[in-house]
């Protein structure tokens, strides 16, 4: 595991842990029963997989950073992690349901993993989930792609790490995969970064590192100063900030034929 990765794992949980406390309620919506077999997938430090645990099902947590999953196995050493990406995801088990919070945008085969998803279900099973839907985070995004064009860096030299769907493009895709969209929605949920000591710059210091990754900078710190000044002017109110996200929710089922 590299250095970075650990930083990043531990900043996650210090400063960032508003993400799964935001889950309780999608928690409700997939309504785990005991008994029942349940993935979380990409499930990070494993907080709602120990939520989901403490309904009684049996669940499972899955995702692809290692630092994230080795604090997860730290922290709840009775429930199994999984250190694996989802579109690698096979599995002769039939799950009840599988749940995913603030995980799916990083995937950018969605297709591939709707299809790991649904073969891994039993028929009936549920998806419920919750994403950065169309629009998320946008005036973070500009803010960085303003930062970056003023030192001579364009869009397209940037490989977009994220995938933000709206409604009708994620339903599609859902029945394409054989499954019955119950519900969807996309809303916005200003989000304060209140642990965060040092507002949006944080935020680009814990995610953005794949959205600079594929550019060479000289002064990655000048970048990330010059995008938290920019998006400050509409993201920080009275000294408090919020993040602009927006979240795609949804609720479907294994069709059963
Ligand atoms: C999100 O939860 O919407 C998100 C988190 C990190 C990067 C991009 C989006």
């Given at each position: ?11 996650y949980d ?13 928690i ?16 990070g ?16 947590g ?12 730290e922290?709840y ?21 599988i749940?995913?919070?603030a ?48 030192i ?9 790490p ?9 339903t ?6 054989g ?8 809303f ?6 209140d642990d ?7 935020w ?10 594929s ?9 990330i100063n ?18 602009d ?5 949804f609720?479907?089922?294994m069709?059963?034929f």
């Amino acid at each position: 595991m590299s250095e970075l990765n650990q930083w990043n794992a531990q900043l996650y949980d210090k400063s960032f842990s508003y993400i799964q406390n935001m889950a309780f309620e999608l928690i409700d919506r997939l309504s785990p029963e005991a008994g029942e077999r349940i993935i979380d997938l990409g499930c990070g430090t494993g907080l709602m997989t120990n939520e989901i645990r403490k309904k009684g099902a049996l669940v499972e947590g899955l995702d692809n950073d290692p630092a994230m999953i080795q604090l997860a196995r730290e922290r709840y050493p009775y429930i199994k992690f999984m250190c694996l990406s989802a579109a690698e995801f096979q599995t002769d088990v039939e799950y009840d349901a599988i749940f995913s919070n603030a995980a799916l945008h990083w995937m950018k085969q969605p297709d591939l993993v709707i299809n790991r998803i649904a073969n891994a279900l039993k028929p009936g099973g549920r998806f419920v989930g919750e994403m950065g839907g169309a629009g998320n985070v946008d005036t973070l995004i500009k803010s960085l792609f303003q930062a970056l064009a003023e030192i001579g860096i364009s869009r397209d030299e940037i490989d977009f790490p994220w995938y933000f769907p709206n409604v009708d493009e994620y339903t599609k895709l859902l029945e394409k995969g054989g499954f019955r969209v119950d519900f969807i929605q996309l809303f916005s949920r200003p989000t304060p970064l209140d642990d965060c000591a040092n507002g949006a710059s944080d935020w680009y210091k814990m995610f953005a590192d794949q959205f600079l990754a594929s550019t060479e900078l000289k002064s990655r710190e000048a970048v990330i100063n010059r995008a938290t000044y920019l998006a400050g002017k509409s993201l920080c109110k009275d000294g408090r900030w919020f993040a602009d996200y927006t979240r795609l929710r949804f609720e479907a089922r294994m069709i059963v034929f």
